[in-house]
């Protein structure tokens, strides 16, 4: 089988699960028990909070784990608006955002929130001067991905923070597509929060991370214990949560290496496709984007044909993003890039990490073409199906 749909999970890390495994068996203590079962478990939590905060430059006591990334997402949102409640508040965000991010939207919309959804120009990028354009005198905060999951492109979050610093509006990105995968740095970007998830980085699924710059408030998500400062009460997932302090550490470590391996990889692929395919399109940002993400137009087949003949021959790789997948609406993310819902419907999204083999491109490459051909071949004589039957009847 090969693999390549790291944008929507990746395996967890073969160090990193020798690391967790303990967590599930010999150290199972509950963290808030006092004895010493539980006092390890709350030590381990407390060392991957460490290796959290130092992977994107903040502090341990800054970093909030939770459920995924989904879950921090909508906690931010709900959250910032809860503590407004009593303004006419107004948000902007962009309208390629991941699925948790505008449901959220959408939902505080229902409750009197005003938001702006920012266009993207053709690449998938956000302006500095659209943000800028769009502030109000109630604007309380922006939420602008990072990176983005369907076509990778990087927003100019560092841009954006410059900008909004000193205006009292706070600033989130949904990191989950950046953590692990190019380089990450609080500071840097100058934001006040910050969504990531393990399973993209190799860790475990069901961890998420929320960074929350210090002295900034947020109400708590769950009530019940003093677990995590008493913002998200219940037992935590010890496992899951020393798997993401282990995957981040890890995944920074390689970070220079892999990238370096899968944008190589990257552009075999669309080099090699382009040479069997030239109407093929490449969607998204030539230059800002991350380096294992790529999606691609095929004009005139269905991208859900494409994935579906893959999977026949043990290739995953998807239409648009994980979530959307299973309705039949065209993706959000590529209309507003401009493409036609019939060009919309034709992309898939090729997705490499770290146990992504260079040969295995090869492969992909052959797959996709010998799909590609297929279905178009199908279309041109539509009478195929009727002709071998009757050779059938005849012989
Ligand atoms: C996967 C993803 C999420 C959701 O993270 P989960 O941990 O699966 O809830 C949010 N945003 C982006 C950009 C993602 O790719």
Known sequence: MIYADNAATTRISDSVFEKMLPFLREQYGNASSQYS??????????????????????????????????????WVLRCISETHHNEQMHIITSAIEHHSVLNACRALELSGVEVTFLPVDNAGRVSVDGVKAAIKPN??????????????????????????????????????????????NVNDLQVDFLTASAHKFNGAKGTGILYKRSGLKLSPLVFGGEQER????????????????????????????????????????VTRIKEKIPSVRVNGDAECRLPGTVN???????????????????????TSSA?????????????????????AKSAIRISYGKYNAINETNTIVDVICDAYVKII?????????????TDKVKN
């Open 37 to 74: 079962l539980g006092t390890k478990a709350k030590r381990a939590i407390e060392l991957a909070r460490q290796q959290v905060a130092i992977a994107i430059c903040a502090e341990p006591s800054e970093i909030t784990f939770t459920s995924g990334g989904s879950e921090a997402n909508s």
């Open 139 to 184: 604007t309380k905060l922006v939420s602008i991905m990072l990176a983005n999951n369907e076509i990778g492109t990087v927003q100019p979050i560092a841009e954006i923070g410059t900008f909004l610093k000193g205006k009292g509006i706070l600033l989130h990105t949904d990191a989950v597509q950046a953590v692990g995968h190019i380089p990450v």
């Open 230 to 269: 008493g913002l998200r009460a219940g037992t935590e997932n010890v496992a899951g949560i020393v798997a993401a302090g282990y995957a981040i550490e890890e995944s920074v470590g390689e970070m220079a290496e892999t990238a370096k391996r899968l944008s190589i990889m990257i552009e075999a692929t």
């Open 296 to 318: 691609l137009g095929f004009d005139g087949v269905l991208g859900e044909s494409l994935m579906h003949l893959l999977d026949l021959k043990d290739v995953c790789v998807s």
């Open 323 to 343: 979530c959307n997948s299973g309705k039949d609406e065209p993706s959000h993310v590529l209309l507003a890039l401009g493409l036609t819902e019939q060009q």
């Open 377 to 389: 071949n199908n279309k041109k004589c539509p009478t195929s199906g009727v002709s071998s039957l």
